[in-house]
């Protein structure tokens, strides 16, 4: 069975940094891209940032120049570093990876980010 767990998040001040990781268990082989959704109160869930199964990385405009993502397909997981936080990237972020051939994605449980003084 196929599951995505999160690990990190928390609450921080502005301009600080947290590490978010995501680890996959099951069959690696059906999936292919891995990454981060948040979704705010009161807002649509958005993609935050994405790699590719041979590391090519794509970012939000919002997060960009701040946030890192990165993978290591030997232990399945995923890593977001997120530098310079702001107070508007409060939300809860969300682990994702899109089954291959399919429509369906796979979700983490959500871990909550906080970014306030």
């Known amino acids: 069975q196929v599951q995505l767990v999160e690990s990190g998040g928390g609450s921080v001040q502005p301009g600080g940094s947290l590490r978010l990781s995501c680890a996959f268990s099951?069959?690696?082989?059906?999936?292919?891209?891995m990454g981060w959704y948040r979704q705010a109160p009161g807002k649509q869930r958005e993609l935050v940032a994405a790699?590719?199964?041979?590391?090519?990385?794509n970012y939000a405009d919002s997060v960009k120049g701040r946030f890192t993502i990165s993978r290591d397909n030997a232990k399945s997981t995923v890593t977001l570093q997120m530098n310079s936080l702001k107070p508007e990237d409060t939300a809860v972020y969300y682990c994702?990876?899109?089954?291959?051939?399919?429509?369906?994605?796979?979700w983490g449980q959500g871990t909550q980010v906080t970014v306030s003084s």
């Open positions: 994702y990876a899109p089954r291959v051939f399919s429509d369906y994605v796979y």
């Open positions: 790699i590719s199964s041979d590391g090519r990385p």
């Open positions: 099951g069959n690696i082989n059906v999936i292919n891209d």
